[in-house]
């Protein structure tokens, strides 16, 4: 059974910072962060393949880094400059199957497991 727990969320001010994290289970293809608020669709925010590449959302390149520490099945999502409209319920996602191209890494309808997510409000 595949678990994935998230943790890190919480509300601050336009401007600072916070850090997710989601511990995973097992080897998996491709692990991402998706958000949504209230009214909208979840969109993905950044995805991280077992190979170490990176793929951000436009919304958040330069303020938000994806890592993973593989001996620690951990996920991270580092973000910076945080602003009011980063406010949703984040969630930590895998893939374990096939492997997908860049267009479609984003894309949440390819993802098998998720969390139960972490809520980030920030604040103006």
């Known amino acids: 059974q595949v678990r994935l727990v998230e943790s890190g969320g919480g509300s601050v001010q336009s401007g600072g910072s916070l850090r997710l994290s989601c511990v995973a289970s097992?080897?998996?293809?491709?692990m991402a962060w998706f958000r949504q608020a209230p009214g909208k669709e979840r969109e993905g925010v950044a995805v991280?393949?077992?190979?170490?590449?990176?793929t951000y959302a436009d919304s958040v390149k330069g303020r938000f880094t994806i890592s993973q520490d593989s001996d620690k099945n951990t996920l991270y999502l580092i973000m910076n400059s945080l602003k009011p409209e980063d406010t949703a319920m984040y969630y930590c996602a895998a893939r374990y199957s096939a492997l997908l191209p860049p267009s479609s890494r984003l894309l949440a309808q390819w993802y098998t497991y998720w969390g139960q997510g972490t809520q980030v409000t920030v604040s103006s």
């Open positions: 991280i393949d077992n190979a170490g590449s990176t």
């Open positions: 097992g080897s998996r293809n491709y």
